[in-house]
T-cell receptor, first 116, second 114 residues
């Protein structure tokens, strides 16, 4: 079974600075997807970024980028120019396919605080 | 894109009472549907998924059940709630047949069992 580990329960960063959130996973599959989701106080799950395992190039979405190390099974999220609106819980997730459906396995989450 | 509606948004129920949480999806047809639960301070855990009407698969043994009476309707139920059923429940959907397609989440339902 796949597992996802986020070793940082809480992180904080000064506004406009850069912060990196860590995530490691365990799997025996060779083809999979990885995601970072943001959960603000409203509890809505918002997709931040995703990475296909077969792509060597790291995904980027505006101020968000990942460092995907497939051999090390590491998938960290870098947030540049942090903004107050980035404050939220961040979840790393691994996607596997089960009977035609997508199963997401989530890490425990990292609570990110932005200091003004 | 898809829109997912969940209700009720908040629910306080006594131990032993029944439960019904509803989820409906707009903007797509024949979606895969999912129920996730988030316990306090934890990540989400997949409870049930459905690839079609009347087709329900359970990921973890529990006190809950799910049903899909219509293509875009997914219901989470319990006959007798336990304290351990408390949590935040999220319905999700995606489009069938497309690998790596986006999974959309509803706004969630807070359940407190007292």
């Amino acid at each position: 079974a796949q597992t996802v580990t986020q070793s940082q329960p809480e992180m904080s960063v000064q506004e406009a600075e850069t912060v990196t959130l860590s995530c490691t996973y365990d799997t025996s599959e060779s083809d999979y997807y990885l995601f970072w989701y943001k959960q603000p106080p409203s509890r809505q799950m918002i997709l931040v970024i995703r990475q296909e395992a077969y792509k060597q190039q790291n995904a980027t979405e505006n101020r968000f980028s990942v460092n995907f190390q497939k051999a090390a099974k590491s998938f960290s999220l870098k947030i540049s120019d942090s903004q107050l609106g980035d404050a939220a819980m961040y979840f790393c997730a691994y996607r596997s396919i089960i009977q035609g459906a997508q199963k997401l396995v989530f890490g425990q989450g990292t609570r990110l605080t932005i200091n003004p | 894109s898809q829109t997912i509606h969940q209700w009720p948004a908040t629910l306080v129920q006594p131990v032993g009472s029944p439960l019904s949480l509803e989820c409906t999806v707009e903007g797509t047809s024949n979606p895969n549907l999912y129920w996730y639960r988030q316990a306090a301070g934890r990540g989400l855990q997949l409870l049930f998924y459905s690839v079609g009407i009347g087709q329900i698969s359970s990921e973890v043994p529990q006190n809950l059940s799910a049903s899909r009476p219509q293509d875009r309707q997914f219901i989470l139920s319990s006959k007798k709630l336990l304290l351990s059923d408390s949590g935040f429940y999220l319905c999700a959907s995606d489009r069938q047949g497309a690998s790596g397609n986006t999974i959309y989440f509803g706004e969630g339902s807070w359940l407190t069992v007292v």
